[in-house]
Nanobody
């Protein structure tokens, strides 16, 4: 598994952004995938997760109703659609492939990590 996250940028509060996570080795289709973020003054935190098939997802309370995680197995890509962005969403967003097939919120359960993409939300 080799993950590459992209799609970050500078947006205004209330705007939307979609992040992508591609597995260039095309091997993470059997793994749960999660998105994490780390703000300027915060520790890395779980944002959203999706199971191997895409049939189940979970979200941090802070993003429920605003963010949507999905995956396209044919493209070996997992997406994070972010709507109604807030300044507190600012941070580096990382995608990660879990050790197993299910989405989990604990970072220790993820084996492979992408390099991160920066999202900056100005108020």
């Amino acid at each position: 598994v080799q993950l590459q996250a992209s799609g970050g940028g500078l947006v205004q509060a209330g705007e939307s952004l979609t992040l992508s996570c591609v597995d260039s080795r095309r091997t993470f289709n059997n793994n749960g995938v999660g998105w994490f973020r780390q703000g300027p003054e915060t520790e890395r935190e779980f944002v959203a997760g999706i199971n191997w098939s895409g049939s189940d997802t979970n979200y941090a309370d802070s993003v429920k109703g605003r963010f949507t995680i999905s995956r396209n197995k044919a493209k070996n890509t997992v997406y994070l659609q972010m709507a109604n962005l807030k300044s507190e969403d600012t941070g580096v967003y990382y995608c990660a492939a879990a050790r197993g097939a299910w989405m989990v919120s604990a970072a220790r359960e993820y084996r492979y990590w992408g390099q991160g993409t920066l999202v900056t939300v100005s108020s």
